[in-house]
Structures are given as structure tokens and as C-alpha cells.
T-cell receptor, first 118, second 113 residues
Framework: DTGVSQNPRHKITKRGQNVTFRCDPISEHNRLYWYRQTLGQGPEFLTY????????KSRLLSDRFSAERPKGSFSTLEIQRTEQGDSAMYLCASSPLTGGNWVTGELFFGEGSRLTVL | AQSVAQPEDQVNVAEGNPLTVKCTYS??????LFWYVQYPNRGLQFLLKYITGDNLVKGSYGFEAEFNKSQTSFHLKKPSALVSDSALYFCAVRDRGNNRLAFGKGNQVVVIP
């Protein structure tokens, strides 16, 4: 399967613990996005990378959240000292950079990593 | 700021009847508009997009959408709904000066056999 892959698919943790999610984008996709989706809501933008550079972060991404894409391929999203309000589906998406300027490309989403904080 | 409104929480339609899912948007400039579908326990799948040109765009699985600039709308349509179309549908918009998609809250479509 050559789609966007996310692991783990489901994580249950206790409040205060740290969790890390991994995303493997479609090969050769330069851009990688993280979104968060809660029940009854659409995906909310968290951050995105172009290659290894993190170019934009949402205000939703508090200091407890950190994302990396060290070699411009896979990415990790770490949440430290989890809170119950962090319970959500964390979605990763990738897109190609076309012609030196991403103009119209749609996002290709993974199946998400569901976080439950007890 | 860019935003999307999907006014209905759920759309119920009988199999074989036309399906319409409404979306209005707000951007500061010209928009790029998208529809995605999400099946249970699956990621979002791209359906179609409007970039420029013909206001009527056709996408996957027989869906189409019409861009209406004066009404700032981008409603999703299908002439004859199937039970398998039952899913969660998201409208999304991107301002041409922005690098992120803004999604609506989604519409649950239920196609009744």
C-alpha cells in the first residue's frame, strides 16, 4: 500500500503520560500536514512541513505538542503531559509540491491515530 | 481568515433520489474549494475540487459540485444516491494566499434503502 500510513491507529493513555504518533507520507510528497479531529467537528489544522522544515503552526499547537520531520520523510507528533482534552483523532496528510509552488493539490490523508486520554 | 459553513448536521435521502450537501465559504480572495468524504474508521478521501474555469466540477463516484461566486457556495450534488454513499462529507476551502485547508464541521449523509 502506497498511501499515507499512521501508527499507532489507537492509543489509550492516562492523563499526564506522553504519547507519540508517527506518520509515513506518500513517497516523494514534499508537504506533510497534521490535523486534529474531534467528534462532530471537521479537521483542524495543527502544523505542516515542507520537506524537513516546519513552516507553520496553529495556535492549537500548545507547548506540550511538538512535531518533527527530521529527514523530510516520516514525521512524529509528540504530546507531553496529556490532558483529557487532547482526546481526538490525529490525522496526517501529505501532498506533492508541484512546479515549485503548491497551487491546487489536494491532501492525501491517512486513516488517523485515535488518542483516548483517561 | 478562511472558513466553511455546512449548515445541516445530517442529510437523509432515499436511494435513487438526488442528493445535495450544502457548503458556503468565506475567504479574503479567490478560493480553492474541495470536497472530501469519510467512511467509518477510514481517513478522508478526496472527491473533487474547484480551482478555476467551469463552475461545475465533476469528481469521483458520480459526484459533482457547483461553484457560485455570488452566493459564496460550493454545494455537492449527486443525481441518484446509493446506499453506499452514506458517509460523512466535508467541504474545505483554501485562500490562494494560504497554505492550509480549512474544513467545515461535516455533514452526515444517510441514504435510506
Amino acid at each position: 500500500d502506497t498511501g499515507v500510513s499512521q501508527n499507532p491507529r489507537h492509543k489509550i493513555t492516562k492523563r499526564g503520560q506522553n504519547v507519540t504518533f508517527r506518520c509515513d507520507p506518500i513517497s516523494e510528497h514534499n508537504r506533510l500536514y497534521w490535523y486534529r479531529q474531534t467528534l462532530g467537528q471537521g479537521p483542524e489544522f495543527l502544523t505542516y512541513f515542507q520537506n524537513e522544515a516546519q513552516l507553520e503552526k496553529s495556535r492549537l499547537l500548545s507547548d506540550r505538542f511538538s512535531a518533527e520531520r527530521p529527514k523530510g520523510s516520516f514525521s512524529t507528533l509528540e504530546i507531553q503531559r496529556t490532558e483529557q482534552g487532547d482526546s481526538a483523532m490525529y490525522l496526517c496528510a501529505s501532498s506533492p509540491l508541484t512546479g515549485g509552488n503548491w497551487v491546487t493539490g489536494e491532501l492525501f490523508f491517512g486513516e488517523g491515530s485515535r488518542l483516548t486520554v483517561l | 481568515a478562511q472558513s466553511v459553513a455546512q449548515p445541516e448536521d445530517q442529510v437523509n435521502v432515499a436511494e435513487g433520489n438526488p442528493l445535495t450537501v450544502k457548503c458556503t465559504y468565506s475567504v479574503s480572495g479567490n478560493p480553492y474549494l474541495f470536497w472530501y468524504v469519510q467512511y467509518p474508521n477510514r481517513g478522508l478521501q478526496f472527491l473533487l475540487k474547484y480551482i478555476t474555469g467551469d463552475n461545475l466540477v465533476k469528481g469521483s463516484y458520480g459526484f459533482e459540485a457547483e461553484f457560485n461566486k455570488s452566493q459564496t457556495s460550493f454545494h455537492l450534488k449527486k443525481p441518484s444516491a446509493l446506499v453506499s454513499d452514506s458517509a460523512l462529507y466535508f467541504c474545505a476551502v483554501r485562500d490562494r494566499g494560504n497554505n492550509r485547508l480549512a474544513f467545515g464541521k461535516g455533514n452526515q449523509v444517510v441514504v435510506i434503502p
